[in-house]
């Protein structure tokens, strides 16, 4: 046997898997890690202009590549000022300028990751804690101490000029007084490894610590090496990542002169025009531990490090071009680890550093190993940190590999921005992946159980890793890291105590909120943008001290008291039905609500043996309007457009019944006549979305060449006005009674078209509706007993509340059989929205809450009841809105009319208190740090300090024009021919 190549013991990480139980980040404009993957979510492009600390721009600069010594790029990603305490580390002040920022810095980043992991708690024990980073190349100090000894080559050449020996010591003694001098710290404040040395020996860690150096794929190295301990039982915790501060002038004439650079100046992995890379700073750490030991410590786990592969290009053209078989190699090791197909990965966060052949090649690598897996075409996402904060070489990797933990933690594909027309030299549309460039949610897909992903990085040297990662839970009671809409409430007893309280900066309330206090409410995203809608808030109060009630634009609503019980009357809920579907149904929403997306989680499990929900609802991002126009035919097939609109109206009824929602009715219109019986209790979720999944597919036409499966036509016009227009139109229909100016007609598709142009004429508005079938006619008769044979078949009980039905006579009640008839029949029975409203109406509801995407339902309520007392409102504010604030608004505006709801959102994670650096405090950024002292120094000693003595300037001689010399005699003329 070899047994280099097998082992009676199976050592691969799928057998023993890691828990990422801590995370810890100092990116381009993003202090910690919060603003990173708030960044990320956001699609920021922390990119800017090199600042004035780092180079000098004109002295440096020259957009010709080929210029000696200049560099063609003055753009990157730079780490914001973070306050830094030497006191807090045991650091001597005086020290700080010959220790690499590095070094100080990431002892900030690794203070945060032990607090972000837990380590307070009695797990953890810093004797088995140990810490490896990826460090590239030399730190930055080297520049400032090699600069010293270049003073001899200064001294020959000021000589070289006619200066005098003094002259050439003065101006060398000048010369170092702008650099860190040499001492007893210079030598370990300079090495790349004490970066991991520091954090051992002021967090005083008994573990391994060592850096590891694979250029560019160091982050992902140094967890290779971790892991290694972990696994072989010599430590329980380890710290790992990656580390670079190096975005000196140093570091752009190395990528310049390669040249890798972007010559536009942006970064644009996988975009067709895309022109190079752009380079960045930063820190990023990982707290890893064996899972089985995480789970028994009940510590957090971001998400799971199943398979790790490293492979090396061999011998090839070049010691820095990419090469596939090398790439391939590594990720077929890595799979191979996991024990998973690549075809379970649905996100690639690649190396994808901009460059046009790198990311070819990057791209071809990743297609030839998962099309051996799977033919299947556009399921997997692929993407690059980089594009938004730049190649931050050294810790690249672990950017990457925060950026997976968190959207696996989440449950979300982030964004990769830059991306204005993918590569064309990428055949994308018969490829596994597509370019993802915006956030959007990551639904389960039913052939992959568990979310996963995968990022790579590559280095030069011919060095390639790939790291297979899992998701740990289904997320449903995950606390969402990044910014989302939240509802600010405050409460007093009378409107001047309201005042004073919103003036006074007092803190915002939660509900339920007691019915003689006056109130007022908003949703806001973010602090800035709550703060000016509080501004607004008091502005309005201070205005209008007598108001009973009042609403604002903006979305800012007070009253002086609750609503009476004869004002609020009975509560109902309203559910969508079908043609209020769109792409991305509630998209903000379901990113920001776990219940939301749990939701289409539940839905897309009844879709395994077809094209997934998912996939359909939240397709890839377009990049032309064809695309978008085929993503929006395809929701329009019924066996898409109701269980989307289902999951969706699902989804949001959930969130406001955990915060309290408990309506007293419930109406559906068309479809949404099954998710009223849903949220009344008489079927149970995995019921209601096999039934949804069975309704669309039994309503498909049938797959007959020429079928017509019939139309739709929303008429406003009274009933009797689209009787005479039916009269001469033969095969028409009405479906459904809207409200008494809206009647909606289907049939023929034909004969519809014929009623359109009709009402036109006769100058009555019409309009054609976003269906793919003449629903609630004879056209759709082929699917009343196919659904009613999974309706027989389900779990179905008497409902807990009031449910209408929307054919005429008809009503569900305790009797089951009956409810199950009502049900399979209400499809080829015109739907009469008007009447049941009128009928609840009649019985005291007087508050209407609409569920599903739009608001198309609010809008008949208004239509139908008029100047009638009555308060109705949509929890959805429709395609290219934020459906997430609309959601917190509509809690708002319940909260405020005084229904009892509970208003804090147990789905948002606590904010980041900033505690302020206690005693010293020095500003730190990727520059190292130079002392006051030291910079006033040199300043004073360039402005006022020793001056060369030039010898007295005399006149220069006015010299006359020399005389020209007499022009030659002309030669004398050739003879003549002869």
């Not at 004035?52 to 010594?69: G, I, K, L, S």
């Not at 071009?321 to 996991?338: F, I, N, S, W």
């Not at 609630?776 to 309706?791: D, L, Q, S």
């Not at 319940?894 to 900033?914: F, I, K, M, S």
Request: glycine share 8%.
């Amino acid at each position: 046997m070899n047994v280099s190549q097998d082992s009676d013991l199976d050592r691969r990480l799928a057998r023993d898997p890691i828990a990422i139980v801590g995370l810890s980040a100092l990116y381009p404009k993003s202090r910690d890690l919060r603003e990173f993957w708030a960044n990320v979510a956001a699609a920021a492009d922390c990119i800017e202009d090199v600042p004035a600390t780092h180079w000098d721009v004109d002295e440096f600069y020259d957009p010709d590549p080929a210029v000696p010594d200049k560099t063609y790029a003055k753009r990157g990603g730079f780490i914001p000022d973070t306050p830094f305490n030497p006191l807090e580390f045991g650091l001597p002040p005086n020290t700080l300028e010959v220790t690499d920022v590095l070094q100080l810095l990431s002892l900030v980043v690794a203070r945060d990751l032990l607090k972000d992991a837990g380590a307070d708690q009695p797990w953890y024990d810093a004797s088995r804690t140990g810490v490896v980073l990826g460090i590239t190349g030399a730190n930055q100090l080297t520049q400032p101490l090699t600069a010293r000894l270049q003073t001899p080559v200064l001294k020959e050449v000021v000589r070289s000029c006619g200066l005098s020996d003094r002259d050439a010591e003065e101006i060398a003694a000048k010369f170092r007084l702008a650099y860190a001098p040499w001492e007893e710290n210079s030598f370990p404040g300079m090495l790349g490894n004490v970066v991991a040395g520091r954090i051992a020996n002021r967090l005083d860690l008994g573990g391994i610590n060592m850096t590891v150096d694979a250029a560019c794929a160091s982050s992902l190295g140094a967890v290779k090496a971790a892991v290694s301990e972990l696994l072989e039982r010599r430590a329980d915790t380890m710290l790992v990542g990656g580390c670079d501060a190096e975005n000196t002038i140093f570091m752009y004439l190395c990528f310049s002169k390669t040249p890798a650079l972007s010559k536009s100046g942006r970064i644009r992995p996988f975009d067709q025009d895309a022109d190079g890379t752009l380079i960045g700073e930063g820190i990023g750490m990982l707290a890893l531990r064996r899972l089985s030991d995480a789970e028994r410590d009940g510590n957090q786990v971001y998400a799971v490090l199943r398979g790790i592969g490293a492979a090396s290009d061999g011998r090839f053209k070049s010691i820095y071009a990419p090469r596939k078989e090398g790439q391939v190699l590594a990720l077929e090791r890595a799979y191979h680890d996991a024990d998973c197909s690549p075809a379970s990965v649905e996100l690639f966060e690649a190396h994808g550093t901009g460059t046009a052949v790198g990311d070819a090649t990057e791209l071809s690598s990743l297609a030839a190993v998962i099309s051996a897996a799977t033919e299947e075409r556009q399921y997997a996402a692929v993407g690059s940190v980089k594009s938004q904060i730049g190649h931050t070489k050294a810790a690249a990797g672990a950017a990457g590999m925060i950026k997976l933990s968190l959207a696996l933690h989440h449950k979300v594909l982030p964004p990769t921005i830059n991306v204005d027309q993918p590569n064309s030299a990428v055949d994308f549309a018969n490829g596994p992946f597509y370019v993802n460039s915006a956030l959007r949610p990551w639904v389960r897909d039913p052939k992959r159980p568990k979310r996963r992903a995968a990022v790579s990085s590559f280095g030069f040297g011919g060095t390639n890793f790939h790291l297979v990662l899992e998701e740990h839970g289904d997320g449903d009671d995950l606390k969402v890291m990044f910014p989302v809409a939240q509802v600010h409430l405050w409460h007093a007893p009378d409107t001047a105590a309201l005042t004073a309280a919103l003036d006074g900066d007092a803190p915002a309330q939660t509900g339920p909120v007691p019915e003689g206090h006056a109130r007022i409410a908003f949703a806001a995203r973010g602090a800035e943008e709550a703060a000016a809608l509080r501004e607004l808030a008091l502005r309005e109060l201070r205005a209008r001290p007598d108001a009973e009630s009042w609403t604002h634009p903006k979305g800012v609503f007070f009253r002086r008291r609750a609503a009476d019980a004869a004002e609020r009357g009975k509560v109902g809920a309203l559910f969508a039905g079908q043609g209020s579907q769109y792409v991305n149904p509630g998209m903000t929403a379901v990113l920001a609500v776990p219940p939301l997306r749990a939701a289409f989680d539940r839905a897309n499990r009844h879709f395994e043996n077809a094209e997934p929900l998912s996939r359909i609802a939240f397709p890839p991002p377009a990049f032309d309007d064809a695309t978008r126009t085929a993503q929006e035919t395809a929701l329009r097939a019924t066996e898409y457009a109701q269980p989307a609109i289902g999951a969706l109206a699902a989804g949001q009824f959930r969130y406001l019944s955990e915060l309290g929602f408990a309506p007293e009715g419930h109406l559906g219109h068309s479809f949404g006549e099954l998710t009223a019986l849903w949220a009344a209790g008489a079927l149970d979720d995995d019921t209601y979305f096999a039934l949804a999944r069975a309704r669309g597919a039994a309503m498909a036409p049938p797959a007959e060449a020429g079928f017509d499966a019939g139309a739709m036509a929303a008429v406003s016009a009274p009933e009797e006005r689209v009787t005479e227009l039916l009269a001469g139109i033969p095969d028409l229909h009405v479906c459904n009674r809207n409200a008494p100016d809206q009647i909606v007609v289907g049939g023929a598709t034909e004969a519809v078209e014929k009623l359109v142009a009709a009402a036109r004429e006769a100058g009555i508005k019409a309009s054609r509706l976003p269906v793919s079938a003449a629903f609630h006619t004879p056209y759709v008769g082929h699917a009343v007993e196919a659904f009613r044979a999974h309706v027989e078949a389900a779990q179905v009980t008497e409902p807990r509340g009031a449910v209408y039905a929307n054919t005429r006579g008809a009503s569900y009640g305790a009797d089951v059989a009956a409810n199950r008839r009502v049900l399979a029949e209400q499809l080829i029975h015109p739907v009469d929205f008007a009447a049941r409203v009128e009928e609840m109406y009649a019985a005291g509801f007087r508050t209407f809450v609409e569920f599903g995407p739009k608001s198309v339902l609010t809008t008949l309520v208004r239509r139908i009841l008029g100047e009638r007392p009555h308060t109705v409102l949509a929890v959805d504010a429709g395609p290219g809105k934020d459906a997430d604030v609309a959601l917190k608004q509509a809690v708002a505006r319940l909260a405020v009319l005084g229904l009892p709801l509970q208003t804090a959102d147990r789905y948002v994670a606590a904010p980041v208190e900033r505690e302020p650096v206690k005693g010293m405090s020095i500003m730190l950024n990727g520059i190292n740090y130079v002392s006051p002292q030291r910079k006033a120094a040199y300043r004073e000693a360039i402005e006022s300090g020793y001056r060369v003595a030039l010898p007295a300037a005399t006149p220069a001689p006015v010299l006359s024009a020399p005389v020209p010399p007499p022009a030659p005699a002309a030669p004398p003329a050739p003879p003549a021919p002869a």
